[in-house]
């Protein structure tokens, strides 16, 4: 007899609940809270899956999470070693060290979430195709992820500006927050939104891994910005190029990160208005988190009929 | 097997549903590119899986979802599950729903069952404390035993199978969508989770299944409705939608006979008809039953042969005789309609609905015409014993 209660406490509740609705335009309405709240009613999932994404990277390897020390590191090394002394990028710039691996950290945290979040639907689609879960949940699984390796990396930057004494006063380490922050803004944005394109065209991840790579020559890591700017000038080009190079969020976010962890640099290593740029920066990202969701929501409709 | 009790408040609710597929010929940004606009729309093809299809299930009810490859089946059961977007039309649920689309989908090969248990409760929308609170039941029902800290790439198919199952099924959800997935494992952890459906059944909750086995459907549904082509056929009684999915499958109608050909006596119609000779449709364990058999002879003959045989709705012949195996010659029979009769004096079949198919022949065997399914008849049968017999079954103990 406590099936039949329990039949009739299903029945009371199910009688009082909402319906969800599923239309062609592929949004769940019903939902209370709508996608946001749905998300975050799935953090443990989220949870989960990122520590899935990093338990199984590494798994069988004999050195595991050191791996995702150990590459940034050699990078580090190639680039200081060639650009630095072999180039000679390196004069001019106190602490180049930390000024470059500050940067590559940054960067590395940009690069892992588009490129993992891009790939994150194909990668995930014996469970697309089969279970309704929200699919935001994937590419936002992948930027934890990188997230967490984000993390690690900072904590080596830490140790090495330390141990450098290139540390700036702790005041200016606050910019870590906000660069992080416009970093993760455009992560998601430009992640919900090639995750989804991904699926119906496979080309978008090699444009991808292309894309990731202009980033990365196009911020000033391995360079400074005033070197780029003196050679816009000698290359005659008009001011905006400059503009344009300045304001795009990846460079912007370096800037702050130079600030936060990079004590040697002086005014003239940054660009006026920084924090103005990084607001203005920050809210057309909103904007574009806002756009790219809503194109997820117009593909992920035919996700599982075309992975 | 239908669970008594009125049916409960509506949880799923297809409005006009649709559902077109776009088949590309081209798959790169490439040809994507070269075939653009008017091209592009010769690249591409049409295909209506589901075709304006409205249901309503109410929950406690079991719903069997029935119809050939391609009928859109699987397809409309991942519009229900929000798996897919429906191209026009709204569907509506509520309650939590637990998609069984695929065991083990979202197992990882390179955690441990444990973990993978976590993972896959987490998916199928359990909370972490909640699977905590289940995972012995879920690690019992499983029968994994020690394995469950082995990385699941070392588990045997069936272990993954049955791991998979458990987590499905300890997550408490309203509604339940299963597609082809019972089919698993060895033959007691197949008891095992029909049991589990069973229960699932008494505690209200309501279950979607798609299935290809009639005989899956029969013993679990309480309501069939059967796809063709995309569109809804049939609605209603699972026997009766046995039979509609079997005249589907056979792509004619009941009672449909096939065009003859110069056959000299053909059958026009069965009756059955009860001991009191009225007709019939609902026959109790021993009744007398009488087919009587309408035929059209095409010329005078001197001698003829008739048969017949009863099926289940699966095909399973329960009984059939003819007249020769009954050693006996029909007498001469002239040009015109005439009919003739077996009589079963007692028909001890047990529940559920039968078809009556009958031939006759010059000579038996030559030039037979056969009416396949000319009648159909359900039995009612109220003792408890399961099996295609019905029997009188009393226990004594010494």
């Known amino acids: 007899m406590v099936e039949l209660v329990e039949k009739k406490e299903r029945y009371a509740a199910l009688a009082n609940s909402p319906f969800m609705r599923t239309g062609p335009s592929g949004f769940r309405e019903g939902a209370r809270g709508g996608k946001v709240r749905e998300i975050f009613e799935r953090r443990d999932l989220l949870r989960l899956l990122v520590r899935r994404d990093l338990q199984s990277r590494y798994r069988d390897s004999v050195l595991g999470f050191l791996w995702t020390l150990i590459r940034p590191i050699i990078v580090f090394v190639m680039y200081y070693v060639v650009l630095g002394k072999f180039l000679r990028a390196a004069e001019g710039v106190p602490d180049f060290a930390v000024y470059l691996f500050s940067g590559l950290t940054l960067y590395g945290f940009f690069s892992e979430m588009v490129v993992g979040s891009t790939g994150s639907i194909l990668a995930n689609s014996g469970l697309v195709k089969k279970i309704y879960l929200p699919r935001e949940i994937f590419p936002l699984a992948s930027i934890g992820g990188a997230g967490f390796m984000f993390l690690m990396q900072c904590l080596v930057l830490v140790v090495a500006a330390v141990a450098l004494g290139a540390l700036p006063a702790p005041v200016e380490m606050l910019w870590f927050f906000p660069s992080v922050g416009l970093i993760l803004i455009y992560g998601v944005a430009i992640g919900l939104l090639l995750s989804a394109v991904n699926v119906y065209l496979r080309d978008v991840q090699y444009l991808t891994e292309l894309l990731v790579m202009l980033t990365m020559w196009g911020s000033p890591i391995v360079y400074t910005w005033t070197m780029a700017s003196s050679a816009f000038k000698t290359m005659h080009l008009p001011a905006w190029v400059i503009d344009v190079y300045v304001n795009n969020p990846v460079t912007l976010g370096v800037f702050g990160f130079h600030h936060a962890f990079w004590g040697g640099g002086t005014a003239a290593d940054y660009p006026s208005d920084l924090s103005l740029r990084m607001l203005i920066a920050a809210v057309v990202g909103l904007a574009l988190v806002f756009l790219a969701h809503r194109v997820f929501t117009r593909l992920q409709g035919n996700f599982a009929q075309e992975l | ?398």
Request: include cysteine.
């Open chain 2, 1 to 398: 097997m239908v669970v008594s009790g009125k049916p409960g408040p509506d949880v799923v609710r297809v409005e006009n549903v649709e559902k077109v597929f776009q088949i590309r010929k081209d798959n790169s940004l490439k040809d994507r590119l070269f075939h653009f606009g008017k091209l592009g729309r010769e690249h591409r093809s049409h295909y209506r899986a589901v075709d304006d299809v409205s249901i309503t299930i109410q929950a406690g009810t079991t719903v069997g979802l029935l119809g050939p490859n391609g009928s859109g089946k699987s397809t409309l059961l991942k519009i229900i599950g929000g798996i897919i977007a429906p191209t026009s039309g709204e569907i509506l649920t509520r309650g939590r729903m637990a998609a069984l689309l695929e065991l083990g989908a979202g197992f990882h090969p390179d955690l441990s069952g444990r973990e993978n248990v976590y993972l896959n409760a987490s998916i199928l929308g359990l909370s972490r404390e909640e699977t905590s609170n289940r995972f012995d039941a879920i690690h019992e029902f499983s029968g994994i035993g020690e394995f469950i800290d082995t990385q699941v790439k070392f588990y045997s198919s069936g272990m993954f199978v049955r791991l998979a199952f458990a987590v499905a099924i300890h997550t408490d959800p309203d509604i339940l969508l299963v597609d082809e997935v019972l089919a698993v494992g060895d033959e007691a952890f197949q008891r095992k989770c029909m049991e589990r459906i069973a229960q699932f059944r008494a505690e209200g909750r309501t279950i979607i299944l798609v299935s290809h086995s009639a005989a899956q459907v029969q013993e679990l549904c309480d309501r069939a409705i059967v796809l063709k082509d995309g569109q809804l056929v049939f609605d209603g009684d699972t026997n009766d939608g046995i039979a509609a999915l079997r005249d589907v499958l056979e792509g004619r109608r009941v009672g449909e006979a096939p065009g003859a050909v110069d056959l000299p006596i053909e059958i026009t119609s069965i009756e059955l008809l009860d001991g009191n000779d009225r007709p019939t449709k609902r026959v109790r364990p021993g009744d007398r039953l009488k087919v009587r058999i309408h035929v059209d002879a095409h010329t005078d003959m001197e001698e003829w042969a008739a048969g017949f045989s009863i099926d289940t709705p699966m095909g399973q012949m329960m009984l059939a005789s003819n007249t020769e195996r009954l050693g006996i010659t029909l007498p001469a029979i002239s040009q015109g309609a005439s009919h003739m009769d077996f009589e079963i004096d007692s028909l001890n079949l047990a529940n559920g609905q039968y078809f009556v198919n009958a031939n006759v022949s010059k000579v038996i065997d030559i030039d037979s015409h056969i009416l396949w399914q000319g009648a159909n008849f359900t039995v009612r049968d109220k003792s408890p014993n399961l099996g295609p017999l019905s029997a009188q079954v009393t226990v004594s103990a010494s």
